[in-house]
């Protein structure tokens, strides 16, 4: 992700405002398939109280091989992809929101204050404002993913229709949008930090390049979004923490088989029973698969919205040869 920038990518373009929404949701849409058992269990791990360890008796997971085993013979194999409908929604949705966003912004700060679109800072500030209306966008669709992956046996919902009939009926329209305070406190530098990281990391590569090699830049790029996935959900984890406890809020009787279940008031008192109750490695329940899906989801987004973004860029270029061709081509008669 470079940004605009007339000197980047080696004198190619920066994508369109299309070409950005297409690349962005195609890049969600095939990294969802793939990391969606990872977020299962992360999501799984920040919802329990109880600790995450052997020594805790009423604890029903306490480690990532554990959970998958228990998920699998309580569960099936289909349970890795519970919420999998309303999660592809949130990805496609979302990576087309970013992505257009940050290259809307990018532009805006190149031609308008004439500042230097790759520096990490602009990178910080443009990718936290993208992932923040992005987030935004699809907060109601994350709260339905997550009450699907956080519900037992029996169901409470039955498919996703029932899903938001019975949350608008019961809860109102504004139980969509909970957790929505540390969701926009946590994705702000979470995302800056991301294209920030993946612009330094990126900046690493090419000077260590020596002249005459040739950069690997598919390869390069997943290893940069890893790099930057890793070091971005360590930062602002606890906030992802506490976004999914509030978003299971009135949500108690579906997670009875998985613990002790608690009410929250809110963003602050929710942050003080977790720090009161369970300490500070409370905030950080779930981190490993976290980490694991941060960086296998942050490195893949990169590498397929790159990759994506050559795709369309080519084939626009292809197509414009091809015209140029046919033209030339015409005699004067036709």
Known sequence: MVGFDPRAREGCRAPSPGEAAAAGSMSGFLTRVLINPLDVIKIRFQLQIERLSLSEPAAKYHGI???????????????????????????ISYG?????????LTKFVHNAMLYDSRNPTTHFVCGGLAACSATVTVQPVDTLRTRFVAQGEPKVYKSLWHAVVTMYRKEGPLSFYRGLTPSILAVFPYAGFQF??????????????????????????LVCGSSAGV?????TYPLDLLKKRLQVEGFEQARAAFGQVRSYG???????????????????????PSM???????????????????????????????????ISHKTPSQ
């Not at 409908?85 to 990805?91: N, T």
Request: hydrophobic content about 40%; proline content about 2%.
């Open 65 to 91: 091989a554990q959970a998958t085993k228990t998920i699998f013979q309580e569960e099936g194999l289909q349970a890795f992809w519970k919420g999998h409908i309303p999660a592809q929604l949130l990805s």
């Open 266 to 288: 809110g963003f602050l008192d929710c942050a003080y029973q977790v720090a009161r109750n369970e300490g500070l490695r409370g905030f950080f329940k779930g981190l490993s």
């Open 292 to 326: 694991l899906k941060a960086a296998l989801s942050t490195g893949l987004i990169f590498f397929w919205y790159e990759l994506f973004c050559d795709i369309l860029q080519l084939k626009e270029s292809t197509g414009y040869q091809q015209q140029n061709k046919n």
């Open 231 to 235: 070091i971005s959900k360590t930062l």
């Open 96 to 104: 087309a929101v970013q992505f257009m966003s940050f290259e809307f």
């Open 196 to 221: 920030a990281f993946y612009n330094v990391f990126h900046s690493i590569a090419e000077w260590a390049v020596t002249p005459g090699q040739t950069r690997k830049s598919n390869i390069e790029n």
